[in-house]
């Protein structure tokens, strides 16, 4: 039986590799940690990343010349300038630690082999003479937006190998995991995280965990496009929609949402851009290769913004190849050889065995590009701090830490998890250390109580209407047409018009089991509210943001306009609203001014300023209006007094 109230030093909601390595981090200091996770660990997103983790190890020939300093440069341009500098240069440094660390943990990464090894390069079969001194060193594959080959990868279960591997040391370290449990709501008192009110699924029974420091590490938010992404069912955002919940803490940047080009067509699994790191081309119903007219440098290697609009852009122009599930595109991977793909892409040789009931090296594989990644989240600084909210924190897909900007370069997100995870844990620790457990049980009660009375309530309800799987699925149309690839200010307002008009309807839904125990539609439809809140914010900071910027692509604003919009969004939802509040902060530079990202359009409006003047009219802001406190009036005056932040 699980008591009412648990307690513990450090609180991780998700048992993916973020929350998992912040655990570590913070068990090894010394701190006693606990995780939520709805899923046993192992079998969380984390184990879907494929193709690699980016590192700048520069251990094989094309890796050569790779750097800490170069990794930062991809990682900010990729962005569109949209990333925190100073944390693109923490991330950059610290990236090829943590792939050392799990190869100490027992990663088993694919190794240089010195000698002659085979490539494809833009289409074209290449003999390299890797050096012998290099044989054994981990290796690198060619990843989309980067300089130099730098993807580490363990054949095509990358993140697979990391996770067993992560969550090994967990069970060594005795760390507590409580699987098949969902966090409701945090407990708070507006100013202070004390923990959550968690709801464990195989009984329905409520309960509280109260933490010196709560961690929220619960994904992305992918489902709220329904059936349309490569996520995991569990991907609902939960961790986004309950930091959104307390009216006090902000999400950041939630318009910014990645489409992978290659999703496997019609289920939407991932197919990994490893294959076209390792060769593979694009080919339209004519088998005509159209990345390469399209962007002649990079080819099927640039952005994956970039690509995903090209392909859908493709579609959209008659080329597309019908099927009964709507078009797609091809990826041709058959000239890499069946001994290639059953090694080096054997994930991928499986799935497409398994769920398409094709042979990848005999057939071609169907893909088109479908919601993958969430660059948006719970708004924290550098030490992964959420903003207003001592106690809290966010790490992973779940957090605006914020290194990606408006776009990730693939194989950053896996790294994010381990090195996010390292960083902010000893943070976490170091928290923990310096503070007591502040057990306000009266708060915490009257929380559960709150969150039980919301269950009973959703049993009670009685009447007729559509269920909330119902709603989910015409939230998802509704997402995937117009707040997709390509977005218009028509759309973007019919989004949102409609997504309130759900978010009413779903107030009134009615369920059709009345269990209280294990019941999956109350589950679902206790989390649901959250995803729609987390829906509009997502339309509503598309609608705002008059500008193309990474992988938010307005048709009516293509141009990047950096003299307006060089900031980051911040939505807010206060307590008794219909909607969010939105403010913006600057987005941070060093010394990467804004320009020419490699490939794609170079069409934008130039800032007026230089770095060092940003730079100073932002530190003048702060030292007046005081630091995290006030980012959004430091947003408001540059706009009026600088005219490069809106």
């Not at 709603?471 to 028509?490: C, N, P, S, Y």
């Not at 125990?517 to 598309?542: D, K």
């Not at 939505?571 to 804004?594: C, F, M, N």
């Amino acid at each position: 039986m699980t008591p009412q109230l648990i307690t513990t030093d450090v609180l991780v909601i998700g048992g993916g590799l973020a929350g998992e390595r912040c655990a570590i981090e913070a068990a090894a200091a010394g701190q006693e940690a606990m995780i939520l996770s709805l899923v046993p660990p192992r079998r969380s997103h984390s184990c879907a990343a494929q193709g690699g983790m980016q590192a700048a190890l520069g251990n094989c020939v094309k890796a050569e010349g790779d750097s800490p300093q170069v990794h930062f440069q991809d990682t900010v341009r990729g962005s569109d300038w949209g990333a925190d500098q100073e944390v693109a240069r923490i991330f950059a440094e610290e990236a090829p630690v943590a792939v050392r660390e799990l190869a100490h943990y027992g990663v088993p990464w694919t190794r240089v082999r010195g000698g002659k090894n085979k490539y494809f390069i833009k289409g074209e079969s290449v003999e390299i003479e890797e050096l012998l001194e290099n044989d054994g060193l981990i290796t690198h594959r060619d990843f989309g937006g980067t300089a130099k080959w730098r993807a580490c990868y363990a054949a095509a279960g990358t993140g697979h190998a990391a996770l067993y591997a992560v969550d090994s040391q967990v069970v060594r370290l005795g760390i507590t995991v409580r699987d098949r449990v969902e966090a409701i709501a945090l407990i708070h008192d507006g100013s202070r995280c004390f923990g959550v009110v968690a709801r464990c699924l195989r009984t329905g029974k409520q309960f509280c965990v109260l933490a010196k420091a709560t961690v929220i590490a619960t994904g992305g938010y992918g489902r709220i496009y329904g059936r349309y992404t490569t996520n995991a069912t569990i991907n609902y955002g939960t961790g986004a929609a309950i930091a959104l919940d307390t009216g006090v803490v902000p999400l950041g940047n939630m318009e910014a949402v990645q489409f992978h080009p290659t999703a496997l067509s019609p289920s939407g699994i991932l197919i990994t851009e490893g294959c076209r790191g390792d060769g593979g081309y694009l080919l339209d119903k004519n088998l005509h290769r159209f990345m390469v007219d399209a962007e002649p440098e990079k080819q099927e290697l640039a952005s994956r913004d970039v690509v995903s609009r090209h392909m859908m852009q493709c579609i959209l122009d008659g080329n597309g190849v019908d099927s009964p599930n709507g078009r797609h595109l091809w990826l041709d991977i058959r000239h890499l050889g069946e001994k290639h793909l059953t090694t080096k892409l054997l994930e991928v040789f499986d799935i497409c065995r398994d769920f398409a009931g094709i042979n990848p090296a005999n057939d071609m594989i169907p893909v088109r590009p479908t919601q993958h990644y969430s660059m948006g989240g719970v708004r924290v600084n550098k030490d992964g701090e959420a903003y207003g909210m001592a106690g809290l924190y966010a790490v992973g897909e779940a957090a605006c830490w914020d290194m990606h900007g408006f776009n990730r370069l693939g194989g950053n997100s896996l790294a994010e998890t381990l090195v996010a995870g390292r960083v902010v844990g000893a943070r976490v620790a170091e928290y923990a250390s310096g503070t007591t457990l502040q057990a306000d049980t009266e708060l915490a009660f009257a929380a559960l109580a709150a969150a039980e009375k919301r269950a009973q309530n959703l049993l009670a309800r009685e009447g007729n209407g559509r269920s909330v799987y119902e709603i989910r699925d015409a939230l998802g149309e509704i997402m995937i047409t117009k707040v997709g690839i390509f977005r218009t200010g028509d759309d973007l307002k019919s989004a949102v018009d409609e997504i309130k008009a759900l978010i009413e309807e779903c107030s009134h839904a009615v369920l059709r089991h009345k269990g209280p125990g294990a019941n999956p539609e109350l589950a679902f439809a206790l989390r649901f509210p959250g995803m729609l809140r987390l829906a509009l914010t997502v339309a509503m900071g598309a609608l705002a943001r008059a500008e193309s910027r990474g992988a938010h692509f307005r048709s009516d604003f293509p141009l990047r306009n950096d003299r307006e919009w060089l900031n980051r969004t911040l939505a807010r939802w206060k307590p008794d609203a219909s909607a969010p509040t939105l403010s913006y902060e600057p987005v941070g530079l060093i010394d990467l001014a804004p320009g020419h990202r490699g490939y794609g359009s170079d069409e934008r409006i130039e800032m007026n300023k230089t770095v060092s003047q940003y730079n100073e009219s932002v530190a003048d802001l702060q030292a007046r209006e005081g630091r995290l406190a006030s980012v959004e009036a430091i947003g408001s005056r540059l706009q009026q007094t600088q005219g490069v932040a809106r």
